[in-house]
């Protein structure tokens, strides 16, 4: 059986943010994502970002909300 604290700590991950899904779908294939076998882990879906920082928080991307997909690359 596989310790799964083993598994998460091999699994790669790659977030693309972009402004629509055509951009996000474009940067997966200009970095050969397919090919170095990542794929999407949830829906691709539009995202507000913040940088944490306890009471230094601060909005990223000027506080709009932009599209976003996670792609992993279990090992």
Request: no cysteine; net charge negative.
């Amino acid at each position: 059986m596989t310790d799964r604290n083993q598994t998460i700590r091999n699994d790669e991950f790659i977030t693309i943010v972009g402004t629509d899904i055509a951009e996000i779908t474009r940067e997966f294939h200009a970095q050969g994502l397919s090919e170095q076998d990542f794929t999407i882990v949830h829906r691709i879906g539009r995202h507000h970002f913040t940088m944490a920082g306890g009471e230094r928080s601060r909005a990223m991307f000027g506080g709009e909300p932009l599209m976003a997909a996670t792609f992993a690359r279990r090992q």
